[in-house]
């Protein structure tokens, strides 16, 4: 299936979005996770992909999300320079990109290189709960530290992953507020059957949507995919 690599938000944090495709995530250990599998080693197919998608973005909130099944470290260069060179010509003034843990040491260089055109880089992590022996036990997510001030110190929003066996209202909520109190956006992410050996638990997933979802869905600051798709990106039918 061809995946829908452009797409609009309209409602909260109002932008545009691109799903782009690099060499790969590195970690590729996370047990829930199998968007790792839209990568290639061939740069050649990749730019020209991702000069599509980027070819779509038409400016109109100034503000774009670029994200690529992994992180944005696994970008070729020319990729990079596609995406500064439509930031440039659509006045792109905030960008929203991803990063894993491992990579968090390559963003202070992206920052000052985004900075240089007038782009805020907006920087997301895929922290999935902050109950740190869950996340490393179960989930295997490759963060080796449990202090949530740390972990936010390079990154600026965070992913959190709910919908899984073990769970509850409590943990679910307290995952939420913490990362509201440390990051400046929260995108929660309900576990929907993938390719993995990690199923979503339909009870908790009835508990997030019957306590959880009400007290935050008008939230600006929290959004909420109740499938991976809710973006207008991947798979969409």
Known sequence: MELTRYSVIADKNPREIVLLRGRGCAWKRCRFCD????????A??????NRTALAQVTGAYHRLEA????SFAELD??????????????AIRDLHIESHWIWRRTIPALRARFAELGVRLHVKIGVETFDAAYRERVLDKGIDQADPAKIAADFD????????TGQTADS??????TGLAWFDRVCVNIMV?????VYPDDAVRAVFAREIYPQYKDDP???ILFDNTDFGVGEVE
């Open 35 to 42: 968007y790792h599998l839209d990568a290639s080693h061939d």
């Open 157 to 164: 929003d965070c992913c959190l992953l709910f919908g899984l």
């Open 221 to 223: 600051r929290v959004d």
């Open 172 to 177: 679910m909520r307290r995952d939420i507020e």
């Open 193 to 197: 059957p993938n390719t993995t050996a």
């Open 77 to 90: 260069g020319d990729t990079v320079r596609e995406i500064e060179r439509v930031c440039r010509e659509k």
């Open 67 to 70: 994200i690529n099944s992994g």
């Open 44 to 49: 050649a197919a990749n730019l020209a992909l």
